[in-house]
């Protein structure tokens, strides 16, 4: 009677650890699978979008970085703010005017405050406040995007 016992332990032990090894093997094989796909997939969208690096700047010490934010190819420092921000409000110029930022996340401007949009020039290290509308600086990959509240007066010299 042990012995049987004995002999329908190993057998079920056995067949565990063969079904584990088969169902370990299926389960590394579908994950490879899906990895590649992912691979396929992200360098796919390596055509289609870039990656900016953002810094959202209140002008009372607190600072928030987004960096390697996803956007697609084509998108403004607008498009990104918007992308960044859960309440941006704007107004809408039109032509070469363009869109101006009026408040992010509640802070508005005023009379004496507004929002700002820099760029980190990498070649020449430093900040460049463009003078045109944010909508339409069109985004390249890698870059660094500032938006700050600042003081208009004196005109301020960069986004920190």
Known sequence: ??????????????SWAIIGTVMAGYYFVQRDMYQRE?????????????????????GNGTRIWKNDTVLPL????FNATIHIASDVG????????????TSINGVSQNNTHGWFYWIWEKE?????????????????EGDLLAITYAC?????????
């Open 1 to 14: 009677m042990e012995k049987k016992i004995f002999t329908y332990l190993v057998l079920a032990l056995f």
């Open 38 to 58: 992912y691979n396929e997939i992200a360098k796919q969208l390596t055509n289609i979008s870039l990656k900016v690096d953002f810094v959202l700047n209140y």
């Open 74 to 77: 084509g998108s403004t420092a």
């Open 90 to 101: 704007y107004q809408d110029f039109g032509g070469e005017l363009g869109i101006l930022v």
């Open 124 to 140: 020449n290290t430093m900040w460049l406040s463009m003078p045109y509308s944010c909508a339409k600086y069109i985004l390249h």
């Open 152 to 160: 208009y007066s004196p005109w301020p010299e960069g986004p920190m």
